[in-house]
C-alpha cells in the first residue's frame, strides 16, 4: 500500500491502525507536531490512537509504513502503551487548530481552519505544508470560499489564545460512541472542553455526561444555565440522573429538579431517597414492563426500540396494572429468548417466570451481584413491600458501582505499572 505525500488530517480521524499481520490495533484520534524556533513549519511527529480501554497511545511517524483515509498500517507488532501525554513544544492538531480563527496573507482576510495538510518532503520528514481555511462572511446564510493555502500565508496559527470554533471539531466528532466522546473531551482543557459540550443537543450531552467522571459532569453541568441544564438532565436515564445530581449540593438538586418537567423530576427524586449502596440507588425505574394480556408479538415490538439499551431490552416485566413504576402487583419476567421461541399470538402471562426472588431497595450491592451470578441474570427486578414494581437492577449498573470510583477517569486509568507498557504482537 502506497503512502501519498500530501495528508488532511482530519480524514484521519476514526481512521483504524493495523498491525503487520494485519490486526486492527486502535484508531486515529489526532496528529502531533513539533513546533520550531525558525518559521518553518511544524515537523509532524506522530499520530495520536485510541487503543482498547480508553487509553490513547503516541505512534511515532517513523514506524509507520502506510497511511491513508482507509487505514493506518503499522511496520512494527510493538508498541509503547505509555498513555500520551503532550510536551510543552507540541501542539495537537485537530484539538488545537481545528476551528481556529485566522488571517489569509496578504490582505488580512479572516477565516476559520477547516482542515490541515501533513506533507511529506523528499528526506521522509513529514510537516504540516497547507492549511484549508474557510472565509468568514457575517452573513448566517452564506458559506465563505474555502482556500488551501501554504502554512506561511495564514496568521494566527501559532501561539496561544482561545480563537477558536466549534463547528469543524463537532463534525469530526460527531460519529463517535459517546464513551469515546467523552473520552476526547477529557483531553480537551477545561475551557475547550465546556465549549464543546455545550454545543451538543440536549440528548447526545445527556449520553455523554453518562461516560465522564462525576468531576467533569459537575463541571460541564454547572458550566451551563440552569434550564439547560435542566433538559439536559431530563434526557439522561433516571438512576444517571440520580447519581449526577447526588454529586451537587442538596440545594442545587432542589433548584435543578424544580426547573425539569414534573413526570421526569418525580423517579429522579425517590431514587435520591435510597441509600447508597443498595439496588435502590442503583436501579433505573423504567424498565420494559408490559401487561399479562399483552401478546408475545407486543413485547417482541417493545424491546426492539432503539433507545433501550441492551440491558434493558433483555428482558420484559409483567404486572398489574399501572404499567409505570411503582406499578401494579409483580408477577414475574420473561427473557427475550424466550420471547423468540413462543407463538407471537401467545400471551405473556402464560409464559411468566417467577422463581426467583425479586430485590428489594435495601438489598446491599454485594448481595444483588451474587444473585446475578448465581442465576446469571442481565437484570433483576426491585420491588417494594407492597409487591409492586419499582425497578430493576441492570448488570451494567452494578458493573458502574464496584468499579473504583474513579474508573473513568483517564488520568487514573494512565497509572499502570511497568510491565503493562509494551506489547510485541508479532510475537504472540
Known amino acids: 500500500m502506497s503512502t501519498p505525500t500530501?495528508?488532511?488530517?482530519?480524514r484521519l480521524a476514526g481512521v483504524a491502525v493495523f498491525d503487520p499481520n494485519g490486526d486492527q490495533?486502535?484508531?486515529i484520534r489526532d496528529a502531533v507536531a513539533r513546533l520550531r524556533p525558525t518559521q518553518r513549519p511544524p515537523e509532524v511527529v506522530g499520530?495520536?490512537?485510541?487503543?482498547?480501554?480508553?487509553?490513547?497511545?503516541?505512534?511515532?511517524?517513523?514506524?509507520?509504513?502506510?497511511?491513508?483515509a482507509e487505514a493506518v498500517v503499522l511496520g512494527s507488532g510493538t508498541l509503547n502503551l505509555r498513555r500520551f501525554e503532550k510536551r510543552p513544544n507540541e501542539l495537537l492538531v485537530l484539538q488545537e487548530l481545528l476551528d481556529r480563527r485566522?488571517?489569509?496573507?496578504?490582505?488580512?482576510q479572516a477565516g476559520s481552519v477547516v482542515d490541515v495538510a501533513m506533507e511529506r518532503s523528499r528526506g521522509g520528514e513529514w510537516s504540516l505544508a497547507r492549511v484549508a481555511v474557510r472565509e468568514q462572511t457575517g452573513r448566517l446564510t452564506r458559506r465563505g470560499h474555502l482556500h488551501e493555502v501554504e502554512w506561511e500565508r495564514v496568521g494566527g496559527l501559532s501561539g496561544a489564545g482561545d480563537s477558536?470554533?466549534?463547528a469543524n471539531l463537532l463534525s469530526v466528532l460527531e460519529d463517535m460512541r459517546p464513551a469515546d466522546l467523552a473520552n476526547a473531551l477529557q483531553d480537551l482543557p477545561d475551557a475547550r472542553r465546556n465549549e464543546i459540550a455545550a454545543a451538543l443537543d440536549d440528548e447526545r450531552l445527556a449520553d455523554v455526561l453518562s461516560e465522564l467522571p462525576e468531576r467533569d459532569q459537575v463541571e460541564i453541568l454547572a458550566a451551563l444555565d440552569r434550564q439547560r441544564a435542566a433538559d439536559v438532565l431530563e434526557e439522561m436515564d433516571p438512576d444517571d440522573a440520580a447519581d449526577l445530581l447526588s454529586e451537587l449540593p442538596p440545594p442545587e438538586q432542589d433548584v435543578l429538579l424544580d426547573l425539569m418537567q414534573p413526570d421526569e423530576a418525580d423517579p429522579v427524586r425517590q431514587l435520591l431517597k435510597y441509600t447508597p449502596g443498595t439496588a435502590g440507588s442503583v436501579m433505573t425505574s423504567e424498565p420494559v414492563i408490559l401487561p399479562p394480556d399483552a401478546t408475545v408479538a407486543e413485547a417482541l415490538a417493545r424491546i426492539r426500540e432503539p433507545q433501550l439499551s441492551p440491558a434493558i431490552a433483555a428482558q420484559v416485566f409483567v404486572s398489574r396494572a399501572p404499567m409505570t413504576t411503582p406499578t401494579g402487583r409483580y408477577l414475574g419476567m420473561v427473557h427475550f429468548q424466550r420471547l423468540l421461541r413462543e407463538p407471537p399470538a401467545d400471551l405473556l402471562g402464560g409464559i411468566v417466570v417467577n422463581d426467583i426472588d425479586p430485590l428489594r431497595p435495601t438489598t446491599p450491592l454485594p448481595e444483588i451481584t451474587r444473585?446475578?451470578?448465581?442465576?446469571?441474570?442481565?437484570?433483576?427486578?426491585?420491588?417494594?413491600?407492597n409487591n409492586r414494581l419499582v425497578g430493576a437492577v441492570t448488570v451494567d449498573d452494578v458493573l458502574d458501582h464496584l468499579l473504583p470510583r474513579d474508573w473513568r477517569d483517564r488520568d487514573a486509568a494512565g497509572r499502570s505499572s511497568a510491565a503493562e507498557t509494551t506489547l510485541d504482537d508479532a510475537d504472540e
Do not use: K
Not at 6 to 10: G, H, K, L
Open 164 to 166: 477558536r470554533g466549534t
Open 6 to 10: 500530501r495528508i488532511y488530517i482530519a
Open 25 to 27: 490495533v486502535g484508531r
Open 47 to 68: 499520530l495520536v490512537a485510541e487503543m482498547p480501554m480508553r487509553r490513547r497511545i503516541f505512534l511515532s511517524i517513523n514506524r509507520i509504513t502506510s497511511i491513508d
Open 102 to 108: 485566522v488571517r489569509l496573507d496578504p490582505g488580512g
Open 371 to 385: 444473585r446475578m451470578a448465581t442465576y446469571d441474570l442481565v437484570a433483576m427486578p426491585v420491588i417494594d413491600r
